[in-house]
């Protein structure tokens, strides 16, 4: 791909970016932090990739550095985000009312 | 700046030397970041965020796997193992974290992306074969210089920012606002500094691998900027902050999606940078401040200055729990507006309780969110949330302002500035412009607080205190409700 393809995929990335953040509701801004962080860490694939390749040990040990902070990120992340969604209620109509002492 | 004669050779050799791309991979990449959109996507409604949350789980497994398949892997075991730690670690933090301590939490996380941002731009630095962004001289192609450093600098901001707001967040670090002399000069200088140099660094003749030491004083100058930046920012200013470098960790994973030629990260990137930046642009107009007054800082250090000669002693009426429970169970309608002091006294859980009786005697409890209530954006739904209050009877500022002419009571526990009426009336206030709920109009004020020294962030005396409807029950936030609940109960 050349420069200017994948600027354009940027650009519109923003675009849909900006358009989809301005819908999510307020109450779930915290979640939309820890997901947005957990899915940063996309950038896994680029340490995947300098650890792979047997090129240069610095880069590998640099690139298998990176992936244990993208994991902590991704999978730390995602829980969070599931923790935090799954507390999210609605509220049950016919209050079922506890006996209170 | 004129570009060289010798960078448009470069600019059309990045694209002879671009990958052979396989369009499977590449289709593959792209689904995985449509996936992380629909993952931001199911957060407009509580309803389908958790389906987002398994899009975005998704995307990424499948960019992860897309990656090991498609790259001659020689060393497997080390990257399943470091996945292993990692994944370890971070499951870990996220079951046992305290949801009081999220935007703590946040924060260090932007740090591991800022810093993980900044390793693999070094590592393709280093080995610029393994990401193909090496020309047929042997140097690293113009393009991918200046994408590799931007992204390694804006990495490194990302990390630096990010561990200062952690400390500051944590309480390892004093919340008030550190001003150092000339911070403004220093910090021009730096960002100045940075951006010659990256120039510097893209059309230097030297470009072979590891080569131009001129990347590692980048680096260190991105480093020193970062924490210069938001030293400097007080504790309030925080929702600001995070969203901020939320935002920049968006870019620097975006830059590094330039180098590799990959979409996923591209898209990935674009999105978490809007995200970030649209969530600062809400925190600031939600203060009536500017982005820039924010970030140069030293907010508060200077309000407290001015409003503290005009500061008088004035009447006010204390009440106690039991006069609290009494009006309380009297109400038809109440509305609680919780503030960042609800969070450090762990008070939701009571609070929840407390509106839990007040709707068994027919009493409508409804609670009112002010967007910068809290340390991050969103932070006080989080902890409602978490106290089993449902979503539903939660509002937000426009949606339920109207409503306090109608309330009997407003219970403001942990919130100070959202509520005060200068921010309405009085042009020479810090806070002067800011969105504030109306409490005034309700018929009685129930005011929680620790005692009649503080005058919450801003440094502003808040009329509230003296109104005559105003109850002022001084005490820590959660004993307080704790007993007004067994004062109900009773």
Not at chain 1, 7 to 17: H, K, Q, R, T
Request: aromatic residues 8%; contains cysteine.
């Amino acid at each position: 791909m050349d420069f200017i393809s994948i600027l354009s995929i940027f650009v519109m990335a923003c675009f849909v970016g900006y358009y989809v953040v301005w819908s999510v509701t307020p109450a779930l801004h915290t979640p939309l932090m820890a997901v947005t962080n957990a899915i940063s860490s996309v950038i896994i694939v680029g340490a995947l990739v300098a650890s792979a390749e047997a090129g240069s040990p610095a880069a590998k040990w640099l690139g298998l550095a990176a992936v244990v902070l993208a994991s902590v990120n991704i999978f730390g992340g995602f829980a969070v985000t599931e923790r935090m969604l799954a507390m999210y209620k609605k509220k049950e109509r016919p209050a079922a009312k506890e006996p209170r002492t | 700046m004129m570009l060289a004669p010798d960078t448009t050779v470069d600019l059309s050799l990045a694209a002879d030397a671009a990958h052979a791309v396989n369009p499977w991979v590449a289709l593959a990449y792209l689904v995985a970041g449509v996936l992380f959109i629909l993952a931001l996507r199911g957060l407009s409604s509580p309803a389908t965020s958790r389906r987002g949350n398994r899009y975005g789980m998704a995307g990424m497994g499948i960019a992860v796997v897309t990656t090991l398949v498609t790259h001659s892997i020689a060393s497997l075991p080390e990257i399943i193992g470091a996945i292993a730690i990692g994944g370890a670690i971070g499951f870990i933090i996220a079951r046992r974290i305290a949801m009081t301590a999220m935007p703590q939490l946040v924060a260090a996380f932007h740090s591991l992306v800022g810093l993980a941002a900044v390793l693999v731009a070094a590592a393709a630095f280093l080995n610029p074969a393994a990401f193909d962004i090496l020309g047929l001289d042997g140097n690293i192609l113009v393009v991918s210089r200046l994408e590799l450093m931007l992204g390694a600098a804006i990495g490194a901001i990302t990390f630096s920012g990010s561990v200062i707001a952690f400390l500051k967040l944590n309480g390892n670090m004093s919340g008030a606002a550190i001003l150092l002399p000339m911070r403004h000069w220093i910090n021009l200088g730096t960002l100045g500094g940075i951006l010659v140099l990256t120039a510097m660094f893209t059309h230097s003749p030297v470009g072979g691998p590891g080569e131009n030491p001129l990347f590692w004083v980048v680096l260190a100058l991105a480093f020193a900027i970062g924490f210069l930046l938001i030293i400097p920012i007080g504790g309030a200013d925080m929702p600001v902050v995070v969203s901020m470098l939320n935002s920049y960790s968006g870019w620097a994973a975006a830059a590094m999606g330039f180098t590799l030629h990959n979409t996923a990260m591209i898209i990935t990137g674009a999105l978490v940078g809007s995200s970030g930046a649209i969530l600062s642009y809400i925190m600031c107009r939600a203060m009536n401040r500017s982005f820039l007054s924010v970030i140069a800082g030293g907010f508060g250090a200077e309000a407290s200055s001015t409003g503290g000669e005009a500061r008088e002693q004035r009447p006010y009426k204390q009440g106690s729990a039991d006069d609290a429970a009494f009006m309380l169970k009297q109400a038809e309608s109440v509305i609680i507006i919780p503030g960042y002091g609800m969070a450090v006294a762990q008070a939701q859980h009571a609070l929840r309780e407390m509106g839990d009786l007040l709707k068994e005697e027919g009493v409508s409890v409804r609670y009112a969110i002010h967007p910068v209530a809290g340390r991050m954006p969103g932070h006080m739904n989080v902890l409602l949330a978490e106290a089993n209050v449902p979503y539903d009877d939660v509002f937000e500022l426009e949606d339920i302002n109207s409503e306090f002419a109608q309330a009997d009571v407003a219970f403001i526990i942990g919130a100070n500035d959202v509520v005060n009426p200068a921010a309405k009336t009085d042009k020479g206030s810090p806070i002067y412009g800011m969105p504030v709920f109306d409490v005034d109009k309700a018929k009685t004020v129930m005011f929680i607080k620790r005692s009649m020294g503080g005058v919450g962030y801003a440094g502003v005396d808040n009329d509230v205190f003296y109104m005559d409807q105003t109850m002022m029950l001084l005490a820590d936030a959660k004993k307080m409700v704790e007993e007004i609940n067994k004062a109900m109960s009773a």
